[in-house]
């Protein structure tokens, strides 16, 4: 008992500030999945863009290979950076049940596309929106509050147009969302580490 510290209002507030680098320090280092993701989605939208100029029978032939292949690529990457975590931090714990969140939320936006129709890739903005934007605020990140801000001003503007136009806004929103700030979070890893 003589051991145990009750930590006063200033050592508190400098341990939640610890924990919150820490957790930074970790998405720093998951830069690798705002990339990832960034650029499969990158690809999916521009490929069926071109494909459909092109007249393709299977313009969505990106979406059915690279979603597939980055959700493999993630299960994977995943695992085996959990065996290497020796200690989870609040933060942590709150960015799964965020995670959790986003993707249960992109779920049913995408199982229900056919009654969403031309609201379908909209409505994923708005999504990515949720989760690039409390990502950035728990974590301290200005680039991916900034994505997600972007994101639903881009959802906004997506309701307005067509189909075809909607393929690059999309791909413009992942851009300024996932894929620039990813690269910003692993310049920033890299000067750390």
Not at 57 to 81: D, E, K
Not at 149 to 161: D, E, S
Request: charged letters at 15%; one cysteine or more; hydrophobic letters at 55%.
């Amino acid at each position: 008992m003589e051991n145990d510290k009750i930590l006063n209002s200033e050592q508190s507030l400098e341990l939640i500030h610890r924990m919150i680098k820490t957790a930074q320090h970790d998405l720093e280092d998951d830069s690798f999945y705002f990339l990832l993701w960034g650029w499969a989605v990158f690809a999916a939208c521009t490929a069926n863009f071109v494909l459909l100029k092109f007249g393709y029978a299977y313009p969505f032939i990106g979406w059915t290979i690279l979603m597939p292949l980055a959700g493999i690529i993630t299960a994977v990457y995943g695992s085996r950076r959990a065996k290497k975590v020796k200690v989870t931090s609040y933060v942590d714990s709150l960015m799964k049940y965020v995670l959790v969140s986003f993707l249960v939320s992109l779920f049913i936006v995408l199982f229900f596309m056919s009654k969403l129709g031309l609201s379908t890739y909209p409505m994923v903005m708005v999504v990515y929106g949720f989760w690039l934007f409390i990502s950035g605020g728990a974590l301290e990140f200005r680039p991916l509050k900034i994505g997600g801000a972007i994101n639903w001003v881009l959802a906004a503007f997506a309701f307005f147009v067509g189909f075809e136009q909607q393929l690059i806004v999309l791909a413009i929103a992942v851009l300024l969302g996932y894929i620039i700030p990813g690269h910003m979070l692993k310049n920033k890893f890299k000067s750390v580490s």
